[in-house]
């Protein structure tokens, strides 16, 4: 079988500028003409393998990122803003789309941003009794889709914020140490000291909040409803918002938020992930999980977490050196609404609008308590095993409403043989593939009884005198 050839011209050309060398400096490291870089960061010419052991052995460069990186997501958002019915006579095809992303991604989200504008300023147009009777209505990124695409872009991975997370959490820093009970119980008692050593006194009281901090009074009160994990949880992150705010505030600095509003939520979102990353450490969550082959119920009784609190930090393991199973990650509501998304596959969601129904994230509330497991398959031929379950929140008292939401994991099948639920399945079988996409806009499958709108880029037959399934035949 023929190598495929690694063009990372992009990549090559932000690693060089990290490191703060001219291309002249750059090639003499890496043993090769300044013509020939020049050639390799146009993406005129393959990463060679000269310089594939170079940035490993010059620079301890993790060589896997080179194939990795933001071009598959960039391709995904683009395809999904050219489906716009506005951009459906002009969209270019799948190849130009590809070589955008490949080559010139900074254009790609100038291209995203701009359409985010536009699609803003549309719903703020739709919606004259608000856009009229505001003195503040300006076309400014949403602050929640600002942050998450920032998370979405660091890969879900923020390494001074996992570290730090993870040397808080010492010296539980192995998996023997993370025994069943015991790193809850360690990361828990650290953290009370921790505020206590700050002269914040921690109060538990029958209320709906889940937290309450008193800056005056220097007093922290937990909701004694909440689950035993959502308030390890909640303890952690107030010490993020304490004690690491000089970081946090350093990360938000670099992420250069464009409203007060997307930097708060930020700010929330980064001591979320300390929160987790505190309760599960890097090094012991990740051979904690190898070791038991990512059997979420295993790893969240070992942690003191939730179902879903693993599934998520599962997703985030993504450290250069160091890397786990590459997850996707994602929470949906009882609407379909995707509520959390990561992918760290080549499998992308859907910026705008629900998940994809084939999907079997959407049969988990229909089976509550239990996992559901499914092999499928994109478009574009890429398999996947799936694990997804439902995650109710209780309200906590009588009358409170339960809050549902389904989630799923999953990977490529070639990392089959590290998951626990994919033993009794068969892989190898083509058949036991189930079709699902991403976006019926972007997808291109001719058969699929539940397309809700054709695909683009497609010609439609329509016959007025006969209807199957859909009232069109996809040419």
């Known amino acids: 079988m023929a190598t495929k050839k690694l063009y990372a011209g992009a990549k090559l ?16 490291k890496l043993g090769v003409s300044l013509p020939y870089l020049n050639q390799m960061e146009n993406n005129n010419r393959p990463v060679s393998t000269t310089v594939v052991l170079s940035l490993a052995q ?14 598959e997501r960039l391709v995904s958002d683009m395809r999904e803003a050219m489906a716009d019915p506005i951009l459906a006579d002009v969209a270019p095809p799948l190849a130009d789309v590809r070589l955008t992303a490949s080559n010139a991604p900074a254009l790609a989200r100038a291209f995203l941003h701009l359409h985010r504008a ?3 300023t549309h719903e703020r147009l739709a919606s004259l009794d608000e856009a009229l009777g505001r003195e503040d209505a300006r076309t400014l990124p949403s602050p929640w889709d600002e942050v998450r695409d920032f998370f979405h ?21 192995t998996a023997e140490a993370a025994r069943p009970g015991d790193q809850d119980k360690n990361v828990r008692v650290r953290a009370v000291s921790t505020l206590g050593n700050m002269g914040i006194r921690v109060e538990f009281s029958d209320t709906q909040k889940l937290r309450q901090y008193d800056p005056e009074t220097k007093k922290l009160t937990l909701s004694r409803r909440a689950a035993h994990e959502t308030q390890t949880f909640q303890l952690l992150l107030q010490v993020a918002l304490l004690k690491q705010d000089p970081l946090l505030e350093a990360t938000l600095d670099l992420a250069r938020f464009q409203t007060d509003a997307a930097r708060s939520i930020a700010k929330i979102g980064l001591a979320n992930y ?12 990740l051979e904690a999980a190898r070791e038991v082959r990512h ?6 009784l070992r942690f003191g977490a939730s179902i879903e609190q693993v599934a998520h930090r599962l997703s985030t393991l993504q ?17 379909g609404t995707i509520t959390k998304r990561h992918s760290a596959t080549r499998l992308q969601f859907a910026r705008f609008g629900g998940a994809c129904p084939l999907w079997n994230v959407h049969r988990a509330f229909e089976t509550p308590g239990r996992f559901l497991r499914q092999l499928a398959e994109t478009p574009d031929g890429v398999r996947y095993i799936s694990i997804a379950r439902d995650v109710s929140k209780p309200g906590g008292s009588w009358g409170a409403p339960d809050r549902r939401f389904a989630i ?21 079988r083509p058949d036991t593939f189930e079709p699902i996409g991403i976006s019926c806009r972007i997808c291109e499958r001719e058969q699929c009884h539940q397309r809700s709108v054709p695909p683009l880029e497609r010609r439609l037959t329509i016959d007025v005198n006969a209807r199957a399934t859909l009232p069109y035949e996809v040419g």
């Open 153 to 173: 872009y660091c890969d879900n991975y923020i390494d001074a914020v996992d570290r730090a997370a993870e040397n808080f959490a010492s010296p539980l820093g």
């Open 58 to 71: 010059e620079f301890g460069f993790d060589v896997t990122e080179l194939s990795t990186g933001d071009s």
């Open 319 to 335: 450290r250069p050196g160091a890397k786990g199973i590459p997850f996707f990650f994602v929470r949906v509501d009882q609407a």
């Open 274 to 285: 300390f929160a987790g990353a505190a309760m599960m450490p890097y090094s012991a969550f």
């Open 118 to 120: 536009y699609r803003q």
């Open 408 to 428: 799923a994991l999953g990977c490529e099948v070639t990392h089959a043989s590290d998951i626990v639920y994919a033993d009794d399945l068969d892989p190898g």
């Open 295 to 300: 059997d979420l119920e295993l790893l969240a």
């Open 13 to 28: 050309r932000e690693t060089r500028q990290r490191l703060g060398l001219t291309q002249k400096d750059f090639a003499a």
